[in-house]
């Protein structure tokens, strides 16, 4: 049998029943995306793509760039999503370190980012995005054969990189194969009883896995459909939901959903499942989506480097504030972080996970591969939890140094080494205090050598960084806290800042 993730995913639904449907671009069926994802096959082997080269992909968010997504599976290229968010300084980064051999990117920025791919000697720099069937490659692809035999693939070959940033220094890329996300995808259509039936509303970006490997490929396995908005909107979910069974959501879609009046019971009345991850949803926003609209969150836990490993259960009881039990064929156990020993039940401890779904490493580096491995094959989460007397499990903290803002990582390390290298700035802590909306609100102390101001600082950082990873809140300070070792405690500044954000300080409604 042929592993090509695409295969295992695509070759089953009824041509004739929808995939995607997405406003102003109507309805595109299985048959549809098969004879397109066939195009943007062809197209990447016409530029020379070989299996096993890395195809670079910063596109808007589109049904269309699924299709190529679907096409990179066929062809045996492994597919590099990248945030759309990401700099120019950013994307010459992940550039370089993936040397991919084609750069997919949006028309609007196709200068800058040949620029990079010429600078880094990358073959292709290639469009996609704005109307229909719009860019460089989509054209090319019009032109294609709509036929294409997928590459023949081993479970073990690469599928995707996706790049969680690097407590140290800046990228690493989880490199997962066709037989981990093929694992996941069916493990999870059978535990949230996805059917032909089911329409999902999907508002997550397509760059993380998520929007992506889990929203798109549990819909593809189970021959469902996707209505795809180009983002999270409330306006636009609370126009579709009625259309919608099943919403995925990280808690930051709930909390801003729950300030609007029209979610109630009556909106979510067709919706049969809301799921939330990738951040942990509060037990008090829970219960307040259960009162107002009659639904139980089910809650599940992932991350890129394992695609999802626990979930509450669809026909069981969902515990707020547990992520469930691990999915069936994935192994969990919580354990001693210095010794590996197992903990009793209610312990908390390292989490540690092994089975089909975890991945096989980060790419080009062995080193952190190794260090992150235990030697019977575990795979050390950095998350720290403990086990309920039921199986189910509770996360309690990160022992990574790991921000999470809306659902969206921010490694404290990569926005000190931009904060440091801005004239003035001395040293720098960042660090994540509860927000109200966003879960965690990244938030910086500076201390400064001349009179410099949190705006001026600010703008500085925008020009390097992702708006998601720039501090919503820039303090100044005489000098940092530090521990006999010197080590910044940023535990004293977690505490000292713990209110800086709660709703004394912050207006309740919410601009997104
Ligand atoms: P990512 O690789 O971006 O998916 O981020 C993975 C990290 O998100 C995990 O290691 C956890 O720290 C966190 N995470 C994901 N889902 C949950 C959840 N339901 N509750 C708490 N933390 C979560």
Same mark, same amino acid.
């Given at each position: 049998m042929n592993g090509n993730l695409y295969e295992r995913l695509c070759? !089953? &639904?009824?041509?004739?029943?929808?995939f995607a449907r997405q406003a102003g671009r109507g309805v595109i069926t299985y048959a549809a995306l098969r004879a397109r994802s066939a195009q943007y096959a062809n197209a990447l082997l016409d530029l020379g793509?070989?299996?096993g080269d890395r195809v670079l992909v910063q596109a808007e968010k589109s049904a269309e760039a699924i299709l190529l997504y679907l096409g990179c599976l066929r062809c045996g290229a492994v597919y590099v999503p990248l945030n759309p968010a990401y700099t120019i300084a950013e994307v010459e980064h992940y550039v370089g370190d993936a040397q991919p051999r084609v750069i997919v990117c949006s028309p609007g920025r196709v200068a800058a980012v040949l620029a990079v791919g010429q600078r880094l000697g990358v073959e292709h720099v290639v469009t996609l995005g704005g109307a229909? !069937? &719009?860019g460089s490659l989509a054209e090319r692809a019009d032109h294609c054969d709509a036929n294409c035999p997928s590459a023949e693939c081993d479970?073990?070959?690469?599928?995707a990189i996706i790049y969680t940033s690097g407590t140290t220094g800046r990228a690493k890329g989880a490199m997962l194969t066709h037989g981990n996300l093929a694992a996941n995808a069916y493990a999870l259509k059978a535990c949230w009883r996805f059917t032909p039936q089911d329409l999902l509303l999907h508002a997550l970006p397509l760059f993380h896995i998520h929007g992506l490997f889990v929203a798109v490929n549990v819909t593809l396995a189970a021959g469902a459909s996707l209505l795809v908005l180009p983002g999270f909107d409330v306006d636009a979910i609370v126009q579709n939901l009625p259309a919608a069974s099943v919403y995925m959501g990280v808690p930051t879609h709930y909390l801003r959903l729950l300030q609007?009046?029209?979610?109630d019971h009556e909106l979510a009345a067709q919706v049969r499942l809301f799921v939330s991850g990738s951040a942990p949803l509060l037990p008090e926003t829970h219960a307040e989506w259960l009162s107002r609209t009659g639904h139980s969150i089910l809650e599940r836990y992932g991350m890129s480097?394992?695609?999802?490993i626990a979930s509450n259960p669809c026909g069981g009881e969902r515990v707020a504030g547990t992520v469930g039990q691990p999915l069936p064929g994935v192994s969990v156990r919580v354990v001693?972080?210095?010794?590996g020993a197992p903990l009793p039940t209610g312990h908390p401890g390292m989490i540690e996970v092994k089975g089909?779904?975890?991945?096989?490493?980060y790419w080009r580096m062995p080193d952190r591969t190794r260090a992150e491995?235990?030697?019977?094959?575990?795979?050390?989460?950095?998350d720290v939890g403990a086990f309920d007397a039921r199986g189910y499990l509770r996360i309690v903290g990160r022992s990574k140094d790991l921000i999470i803002t809306g659902g969206f990582n921010v490694y404290p390390r990569e926005v000190e080494a931009e904060l440091e290298a801005?004239?003035?700035?001395l040293e720098s802590a960042v660090f994540g205090v509860p927000h109200p909306?966003?879960?965690e609100g990244v938030t910086a102390v500076v201390v400064a050598c001349s009179a410099l101001g949190a705006d001026a600082v600010l703008a500085q950082l925008k020009q390097r960084l992702a708006g998601y990873k720039c501090p919503k809140r820039i303090l100044f300070a005489a000098e940092l806290p530090r521990n006999a070792m010197g080590k910044v405690q940023k535990s004293v500044l977690r505490g000292q800042y713990a209110?800086?954000?709660q709703p004394a300080h912050v207006p309740r409604s919410v601009q997104s």
């Open positions: 070759a !089953h &639904a009824d041509p004739e029943s929808a793509v070989k299996p229909e !069937h &719009a479970a073990a070959d690469l599928a609007d009046r029209r979610v480097e394992t695609g999802i001693d972080p210095d010794s089909p779904n975890v991945f096989v490493g491995f235990r030697a019977d094959g575990y795979f050390v989460t950095g801005i004239a003035g700035v909306d966003f879960g209110q800086l954000y």
